[in-house]
């Protein structure tokens, strides 16, 4: 079992930045793929930024230029830099753990969500 603790959300103005942190109760280095998923209601969530654990970063066409995913294996976190935020980035932001067993299922563990509101 994989625990993700998240923080680092809030309210900004457009334009304006955030951090967001997830802190995992593993080694992150034991974790495939760890990465942000956002989701608005009524839609489904949907990738923002995942890095592998040899640190290849895969973003969303949306996201791209604006937001940088890096991770402190030290401190077993990821962290999500979010600039040039938008309202359209306005969701509840969800860290995820994937973890894929050679020969067995995948395992995916997600953190509580933090919220993210970027004011026009």
């Known amino acids: 079992q994989v625990q993700l603790v998240e923080s680092g959300g809030g309210l900004v103005q457009t334009g304006g930045s955030l951090r967001l942190s997830c802190a995992a109760s593993?080694?992150?280095?034991?974790?495939?793929?760890m990465g942000w998923y956002r989701q608005v209601p009524g839609k489904q969530r949907e990738l923002v930024a995942a890095?592998?654990?040899?640190?290849?970063?895969n973003y969303a066409d949306s996201v791209k230029g604006r937001f940088t995913l890096t991770r402190d294996n030290a401190k077993d976190t990821v962290y999500l830099q979010m600039n040039g935020l938008k309202p359209e980035d306005t969701a509840v932001y969800y860290c995820?753990?994937?973890?894929?067993?050679?020969?067995?299922?995948?395992?995916?563990?997600w953190g509580q969500g933090t919220q993210v509101t970027v004011s026009s």
């Open positions: 890095i592998t654990s040899g640190g290849r970063t």
């Open positions: 995820n753990a994937e973890i894929r067993p050679p020969a067995r299922p995948t395992y995916n563990f």
């Open positions: 593993v080694r992150i280095l034991s974790i495939d793929t």
